[in-house]
């Protein structure tokens, strides 16, 4: 999909499109609820993205613990 195409579904300027994809400024919920809708996701996957992988699926976090000896 062109930049131009979806900004102008997002009621949006390319300008400002590329702005958020770049990380200079947020998109209003309204937005991300649209693109939510149009790229059939969650909004998590579209704020977090690193928590997914290419299927959609949530990745799931190793948990590390570190062991301490204890003197008793």
């Keep these: 999909i062109h930049q131009t195409k979806l900004a102008e579904q997002l009621g949006i300027s390319q300008t400002h499109l590329s702005n958020a994809e770049n990380g200079r400024v947020m998109l209003s919920l309204?937005?991300?609820?649209k693109l939510k809708r149009i790229f059939d996701c969650?909004?998590?996957?579209?704020v977090d993205p690193e928590n997914y992988?290419?299927?959609g699926k949530k990745k799931e976090k190793v948990?590390?613990?570190k062991l301490v000896r204890c003197n008793e």
């Design 63 to 65: 948990k590390r613990y």
């Design 53 to 55: 992988d290419e299927l």
């Design 30 to 33: 309204k937005a991300l609820l």
């Design 42 to 46: 969650t909004l998590d996957e579209l």
